[in-house]
């Protein structure tokens, strides 16, 4: 088929005997096999109808640029350096090691060789990301010289949520508005809303959104308005526009009744007073739960039928809820994502799909513009697979305490995958080739329904029986029952890290992705504001990647092979997050507990070894810092962003490592955890104030209050030893560690002793790591030297 496919793409310049020999012995194969005709057919096809583009002209303008970034030589000479200076490092452990002469030291050394080899394990597969960074820039005014305007693809939009108390839904409309009021063509727009809490609550939030929707669309496109997040927009400037002060009060008396319906926990009957409404909630019966409810799809909006009040068409909205059943396995947000790559191919099949977050807002209206400037170009359309545009925040205190915005997984690392094969797809904001989801770029792998496959033309309208009864029947819970759907086509099972794990497989078949960064953030979304919640949104993806350490498709060996060592090195580095735990928790305990017994672990200040240690931990520490400021971030934020690694080692990522053993022991674990985006006023005011925020009992604080208490009493002990006189030459880089986790203890230390609000350490957490650190310390005082 490749052979096939590569024969048929070819340029040829002129006609010889032997192309017409080639041609006619292809064509007999072709012939032979209907199935590999209809494959070439179904290729051939789907590549024409994604972009009509104009007649090709001598001097087309350029749609995009890209350039290195001017660091990329000063990044490859300090990976020479720094690596030389590992490998000194691990030399001289071995060394000390050899000459070891007490089973104790032997044991010390070793173990700080594991640390110091899994730091430059993690520390190799930060510099793939930093070896071809990769800068772009689009011309979307040059747009329309190389594509018509009627041309434009159309467009499937996804949003997926799963719980109306901790995803509200006045949250998931917003997004789903600022979507639908892209300045691009409405008629090519779709926005598919995925509710796997099946609840009649988000349904509700919905209808009332449609009829919003109506003013709102032609109220941003009248006015020119950027923000066309309602929410958003309404918080700063609406009166400053005509008509804008009734928009708003139409907007706060539609938030009213949806919040007042959410907190009471049913709809009013006076609410409904729609024939179609009161058919679609009447499906919520004695019988329906969020584990066992049939098929709900409900058109909400259809653009061959509904007009704004400008009389233009409205974008199409459709209510999805997938058929649940306890007796299939409903693969959690994939296996949603997937039901709507059905539904969708059945009522709209548009060539590109867009997924997003319900809590991520369009925060640029020309956004579709900016993807097109990339799709349009005949030179890289072959197997781009998606473009990612960086995941941005709203609301993010000046120094980003819990370092949310999560600065190199969305913004630094993606720049620098794209150099090399492109980004792995992070959930949210991407930009997907439908075809994509149906085996490599030239080796298709299609469904068994001819409607479901992605050169499919949709000619009938969306409410139509026919249509609706096609969309209920693919979204049957059993419907991938002994199927390829979750492996081999459609969004990747397997990891609650779906993204990840299909981004893997999509640039393993030969997929190319691209990642823009434009100066105005595309979308902006909501962040976790405590401390509990930021953690345990990590310890789920921590879980998601660690399912993909541990198959068959690990980066390492299978990405490797697929993709090339350095996008393998660079997808294993978020897939092995987890064992940052192993260093973060030596270096955190062992250098001042050895400082308690006057025990030395690092050479002396005079020797010339201790240099090589200066060198390691100032040279990563600044090249980090640079990259992260280089990024438009702060030296504040950087150090809040240290911090916060320091805290994810010593909780998330060991707590999702143990949690995903517990799995694959076959010991019930909670599974897939939704994240809380509903904000406290108390917690909001406490993050803008940016002071951190524990108040629960977590277990997952224990362990860094246990670590704040030790480096105090280690750095209490190394300032009486100075004050006594003592050792100070050979304890000094034990005194400096202790000093180190003191001071990025601060957080913790007031929120054990000091505060008195609702956000301060529980007692219960206070009383437990104080015994468990002074135990500890006590053990090791008491211990003889080795």
């Known amino acids: 088929m490749k052979k096939i496919w590569g024969f048929l793409t070819k340029d040829f310049t002129e006609t010889t005997d032997d192309h017409v020999s080639e041609t006619l012995k292809i064509l007999r194969i072709m012939y032979a096999s209907p199935k590999l005709m209809e494959h070439v057919v179904f290729q051939s096809a789907f590549i024409m109808s994604t972009i009509t583009p104009l007649p090709a002209t001598a001097a087309a303008p350029p749609l995009h640029t890209s350039h290195l970034l001017r660091r990329t030589t000063f990044n490859r000479a300090f990976a020479i350096i720094y690596a030389s200076a590992i490998l000194a490092l691990l030399y001289y452990h071995l060394r000390t090691l050899r000459h070891a002469t007490t089973f104790i030291s032997s044991a010390a050394t070793a173990t700080f060789l594991l640390a110091d080899i899994v730091l430059a394990f993690m520390w190799t597969t930060t510099t793939s990301f930093r070896l071809f960074p990769i800068d772009r820039k689009v011309f979307p005014e040059n747009l329309e010289k190389v594509l018509e305007k009627k041309d434009f693809p159309a467009l499937d939009i996804f949003i997926c949520t799963a719980d109306p108390y901790k995803e509200p839904p006045m949250n998931v409309v917003n997004t789903a508005l600022s979507l639908m009021g892209y300045d691009y063509p409405p008629e090519k727009i779709s926005v598919y809303v995925s509710d796997d809490g099946g609840s009649e609550l988000t349904l509700f939030a919905f209808f009332e959104a449609a009829k919003f929707a109506k003013i709102w669309l032609p109220f941003c496109r009248d006015n020119n308005i950027m923000d066309r997040c309602p929410e958003v927009f309404f918080r700063s400037n609406a009166i400053t526009f005509p008509d804008g002060a009734n928009v708003k009060a139409i907007y706060e008396a539609m938030k009213i009744k949806v919040e007042s319906v959410v907190e009471r926990g049913n709809i009013n009957a006076d609410y409904i007073k729609d024939e179609d409404e009161y058919k679609a909630f009447n499906k919520w019966n004695k019988g329906f739960t969020r584990h066992e409810h049939p098929t709900i799809i409900q058109v909400l909006l259809e653009n061959r039928q509904d007009k704004d009040t400008g009389g233009h068409p409205m974008p199409n909205l459709i209510y999805v809820s997938r058929e649940k059943c306890k007796a299939y396995p409903h693969n959690f947000k994939a296996g949603a994502l997937n039901t709507l790559l059905r539904v969708s191919a059945t009522m709209t099949n548009a060539p590109i799909i867009l997924t997003q977050d319900c809590d991520m807002f369009s925060n640029d209206p020309k956004t579709p513009q900016q993807m097109l400037c990339f799709y349009a170009d005949e030179s890289i359309r072959h197997n781009l697979g998606y473009i990612q545009f960086p995941q941005r925040f709203n609301g993010i205190n000046k120094a980003d305490i819990y370092a949310s915005e999560f600065k190199r997984l969305y913004v630094i690392n993606p720049g620098g995958m794209d150099g090399l094969k492109g980004p792995c797809y992070v959930g949210s904001g991407c930009f997907f080739v439908r075809r994509v989801f149906f085996g490599g770029p030239s080796s298709p792998e299609l469904p068994g329904v001819r409607e479901l496959w992605p050169d499919h033309v949709v000619n009938k309208p969306i409410k139509s029986q026919e249509i609706l009864d096609l969309a209920h029947g693919v979204a049957v819970s059993n419907y991938e029952k002994d199927s390829t759907w979750g492996s081999t086509m459609g969004f990747r099972y397997g990891s609650l890290s779906e993204d990840f794990f299909t981004g893997l497989h999509q640039h393993c078949r030969g997929w190319k ?25 990590n310890r789920r993806w921590c879980i998601g990647l660690l399912e993909v350490v541990f198959s068959k498709y690990n980066p390492l060996t299978f990405g490797s092979r697929f993709m090339g060592p350095l996008m393998g090195l660079a997808y294993a580095h978020n897939a092995f997050w987890s064992i940052w735990s192993i260093p973060i928790y030596i270096y955190s305990f062992f250098p001042q507990l050895a400082l308690l017994n006057r025990v030395s672990v690092f050479p002396k200040v005079t020797d010339y070894w201790f240099l090589l240690y200066v060198f390691l931990f100032i040279g990563a520490n600044i090249q980090d810092c640079l990259d992260f400021m280089l990024a438009r971030g702060t030296f504040e934020q950087w150090w809040n962003d240290q911090r916060m690694w320091l805290i994810r080692g010593l909780s998330s990522y060991i707590f999702g490592f143990v949690e995903f053993s517990i799995k694959h022991l076959g010991i019930a674990s909670k599974g897939f955890h939704v994240t809380n985006k509903v904000v406290d006023n108390e917690q909001s005011k406490r993050y803008d104030n940016e002071v951190f925020e524990f108040g629960v009992p977590s277990p997952m604080f224990v362990p860094l209050a246990t670590v704040a208490v030790v480096n105090l009493v280690a750095f ?66 008491l211990a003889p030297n080795a």
Request: charged share 10%; with cysteine; net charge positive.
């Open 716 to 781: 209490v002990f190394g300032i009486l030893q100075i004050l006594v006189g003592g050792n100070v030459n050979g304890l000094f880089g034990q005194m400096f560690l202790a000093c180190f986790g003191l001071v990025n203890s601060w957080p913790i230390y007031k929120a054990m002793v000091w505060r008195t609000d609702k956000g301060r350490m529980h007692r219960v957490i206070n009383v437990i790591s104080t015994l468990f650190g002074l135990t500890l310390c006590m053990l090791v005082k």
């Open 513 to 537: 992705s691209l990642f823009f960064h434009p100066r105005r953030p595309a979308f902006l979304g909501d962040l976790p504001i405590t401390l509990y919640d930021a953690l345990t949104q």
